[in-house]
């Protein structure tokens, strides 16, 4: 591929040799004649000044870059990263059913559907065109899966659940799993019935072992182009809006309703019925109280969580503790030494 024709894919500006064949993409510091790499900040570009990469990108203000060819675009990180998806795509199992999987004959595959080992496929499933089902998946029965959608080895997909288009699930990632729904009396907890289900929209990724629960009676929702990273763990009746991202260990208790482009940090753990409003920011390893509204605007931290400036108040009033602590006693001892006999 040329770089004239990887900058009209990106819809970039194109300065230098239009023609230069670019094979792979590369980290600026090892980065090869036939390679493209980005380059960000003062210090990026003067390494890509010394470097003898192929093709660079860079942001559409950057300086000039005399004799070399460059690609000017908003964002060079995510343009690399649509780059890296043009000149290294995954390794694609072709199309086809391997002879150990098990297929319900009310199953409908689309064309193009790959179909690993030891694969079970339940009644009155609809798999889209193009999408990959890797060894040892399950698939329940009444399942929807889109187009152009992979799911790793041992995933596990529940009955009813619904999947939107070009959705990632990681391998032992499950989805539809019982809600953890109990009511206590004397005779002991009585499990609630977990009658609803698990909708994911388009442009989903969930990673490794996480895990998202049905509803109790309606739907769990993640939105489009949502992000969960490995371990995340998503209650019954959890509605998680488009956009949003979520790092690794986190937990959401029931009913939490996460708003769009909400970023929340590793670690986290949420109470039940927690709102966590658009474009919110809450800090790894944050705790929240079951209830809690998070405002957008200033990131929260800490247990319970806080304003970021309240929290860091709070971690600098600790720090002076010992030093406080050591005047009262002080202080103390010089009240007993002028107490009158």
Known sequence: ???????????????????????????????????????????????????????????????ALNGRTVIRVPKPRKAFARVLQILHPPDRPPPGVHSTAVIAESAVLDEGVSIGPHVTIADAVRIGEDTVIEAGVSIGRGVTIGSRCWLYPRVVVYHGVEIGDRVILHAGCVLGADGFGYELDSSGHEKFPQLGSVRIGNDVEIGSNSCVDRAALAMT?????????????????CIIGKHVVIAAQTGLSGGCIIG??????????????????????????????????????????????????????????????????????????????????
Request: aromatic share 2%; hydrophobic share 40%; net charge negative.
């Open 1 to 63: 591929m040329t770089a004239g024709e990887i900058a009209e894919l990106l819809g970039g500006r194109l300065e230098g040799d239009p023609g230069r064949e670019i094979s792979q993409a590369s980290d600026l510091r090892s980065a090869q004649s036939d390679q493209i790499a980005f380059a960000t900040g003062d210090e990026a570009l003067r390494m890509a000044a010394q470097s003898v990469v192929g093709c660079l990108l860079v942001a559409e203000n950057a300086p």
């Open 221 to 237: 929702e993640i939105g489009d182009g949502s992000k969960l990273d490995n371990m995340v763990h998503v209650a019954h009746n």
């Open 260 to 341: 769009d482009n909400a970023l929340i940090g590793g670690q986290v753990g949420m109470g039940d019925k927690v709102r966590v409003e658009a474009g919110a920011i809450l800090g790894s390893g944050c705790g929240v109280l079951p209830h809690k509204v998070v405002p957008a605007g200033e990131p929260y931290w800490g247990t319970p969580a806080r304003p970021l400036r309240e929290y860091l108040k709070g971690l600098a009033a600790l720090r002076r503790l010992p030093k406080v602590l050591r005047e009262l006693r002080e202080l103390q001892a010089h009240a007993k030494d002028d107490t009158p006999e």
